[in-house]
């Protein structure tokens, strides 16, 4: 134990302080339109994982600065909302060409500031690239209802309209992806957006904003600004922002959805997870082992929907030396570099509290079958890289399984049944996904109908739906009651009217103050 903890601090002393090269550039706000360097003297440096260097730097935007994007918001609305959908589509629709255009600028901008393998880096802006071609079809998907002649001469339709000035405030895991889920659902539905991308990675959420400049996006229907927890409240406190998206963390999400609604506003949080895999004695062996490695380790576990603890019906042991020898042959290298699998974590902090995690697991009983974090990376030194961790033996009350690690640390729980391991699965106060692997018909739709958690895999490992469904996070892992894209994203940005009119010869009967009932 205490040559692992030797190890360990060592290896974290070495991680080395920021890098100043060239002054490195200041990150602008978007406010009415215009790219503006903000007037704060406070500032955040955006730090490449891989090599500690400061790539660029984030202002704490000033309240005046929030304000004037939150004014131009609210002005640019009165025209936005009445611009027919089709146009506002149309926006979309270059805006969809743009990204593909610049697939490979907004990947390598990830990579430099999230860490993630340019391959990876691809993957996150095209989920992200589907949202908005969802967007695309909105002239459908805001559809109203009708029904004629509901009394005599009366018809009731309803009619879906936007909310005014919507928020969003993203997380860093997914720079390009998340701000994708955000503003190009809420402004074709006509309403305009306030962005607050993550101060960690703000760079592609930049480029996406360039893009829909150059899409046509109408000055002041998306605003970026940027900063932490003083601007995001000033999100929740704000009167006339309406609506917030919010991804991240548990933390900061409950604190936000508490202060948002206190203020009658509309929010939808995703927020962190645990995801169980439960591996069947009948699984597939070789398809089941390529899943919870991919799932495990992909993005350095920083995936919302990583498949970080497995649930072997029956024992791991069959399982696990398979398990290591192929999460040992994944290379874990700068993103940019060809062949790398997995990328440092995000931040110095981000590796500290995952190898003491691990550590934790180890004195409280675990058996540590694959240990990542001495690894050194050639060339990178100083970057966050954690090995992939595999710990045996888990069980639920531990602080490694109670707590969620999004670090590449996958964790092997056993059950001797079905029943046994679903029960696990439904004690955790997360729901964001679960999957089973079986090649049991009988073992899939008990899984389905019994496990308690929002997207479900059947032999697929991160379940994350494309925008036509949404996304379905449950329990802790949501608050708000309309989840991101899909029929309910729309729902959420949308504000639902019910007309009803009588067009008839009027009646020439008297007055009667009985309640109108249908004739
Ligand atoms: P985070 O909560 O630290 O930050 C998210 C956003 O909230 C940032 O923009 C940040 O500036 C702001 N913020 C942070 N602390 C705040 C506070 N105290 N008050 C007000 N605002 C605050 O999250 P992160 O570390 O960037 O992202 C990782 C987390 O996001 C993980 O928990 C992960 O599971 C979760 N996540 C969830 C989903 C999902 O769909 N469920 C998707 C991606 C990420």
Request: proline share 5%; hydrophobic share 40%.
């Amino acid at each position: 134990k205490l040559s692992i903890q030797r190890s360990a601090a060592r290896l974290l002393s070495t991680a080395a302080a920021p890098i100043y090269r060239n002054p490195p550039s200041k990150v602008r706000n978007l406010i009415g339109g215009e790219f503006v360097e903000s007037r704060s003297g406070s500032s955040i440096d955006v730090v490449n994982p891989a090599t500690q260097e400061v790539v660029s730097r984030i202002p704490l935007t000033t309240n005046e600065e929030f304000s004037a994007a939150v004014s131009a918001a609210k002005s640019a609305f009165l025209k936005w909302r009445y611009t027919p959908v089709t146009t506002r589509q149309r926006v979309m629709f270059k805006l969809q060409e743009l990204i593909r255009r610049d697939m490979d600028k907004l990947a390598v901008n990830i990579t430099t500031e999230q860490g993630k393998t340019l391959k990876d880096a691809k993957g996150d802006v095209f989920r992200g690239l589907e949202v908005v071609e969802h967007a695309c079809g909105m002239a459908s998907l805001q559809m109203g209802e009708y029904v004629s002649n509901v009394s005599n001469g009366i018809d009731t339709y309803s009619i879906r309209e936007p909310l005014g000035v919507c928020a969003g405030i993203c997380p860093f895991n997914f720079p390009a992806m998340i701000p994708l889920w955000m503003f190009p659902m809420a402004v074709t539905c006509g309403n305009t957006f306030i962005l607050k991308p993550s101060e960690k990675d703000p760079g592609a959420a930049m480029i996406l904003a360039e893009l829909a400049m150059e899409a046509g996006l109408p000055d002041g229907v998306l605003n970026v600004v940027h900063g932490t927890s003083d601007i995001v409240n000033n999100i929740c406190d704000d009167d006339d922002i309406k609506a917030i998206s919010f991804v991240g963390s548990n933390t900061a999400g409950m604190h936000i959805y508490a202060r948002a609604a206190a203020k009658g506003k509309r929010i939808q949080t995703n927020m962190g997870a645990k995801n169980h895999g439960i591996v069947m004695p009948d699984a597939s062996i070789d398809a089941t082992l390529n899943s919870l490695v991919a799932a495990g380790f992909g993005a350095a576990g920083q995936r919302c929907m990583a498949l970080s603890t497995v649930v072997f019906v029956g024992g791991s042991r069959p399982w696990e030396n398979e398990l290591v020898k192929r999460a040992n042959a994944l290379k874990v290298n700068a993103g940019v570099e060809a062949g790398s699998d997995l990328g440092p974590v995000i931040s110095r902090q981000a590796k500290e509290r995952i190898c003491r995690l691990i550590q934790s697991g180890i004195e409280s009983g675990a058996r540590a079958v694959l240990d990542g974090r001495n690894i050194v990376v050639s060339g990178y030194e100083a970057g966050n890289f954690v090995g992939p961790t595999i710990l045996a033996d888990v069980s639920a009350d531990m602080e490694c399984y109670k707590e969620e690690i999004f670090g590449p640390v996958l964790l092997c729980m056993q059950a001797n049944s079905l029943d046994e391991a679903i029960d696990i699965v439904n004690n955790n106060k997360y729901g964001n996904g679960a999957s089973i692997f079986t090649t049991s018909g009988i073992a899939a739709r008990k899984f389905q109908n019994e496990i308690e958690a929002g997207q479900v895999g059947i032999n697929v490992p991160i379940p994350v739906p494309l925008p036509f469904f949404s996304f379905t996070g449950s329990k802790a892992s949501f608050a708000g009651d309309l989840n991101f894209y899909g029929k309910a994203g729309v729902q959420f940005y949308t504000q639902i009217k019910t007309v009803t009119q009588q067009w008839k010869d009027l009646p020439v009967e008297g007055v009667s103050l009985a309640m109108p009932t249908s004739q």
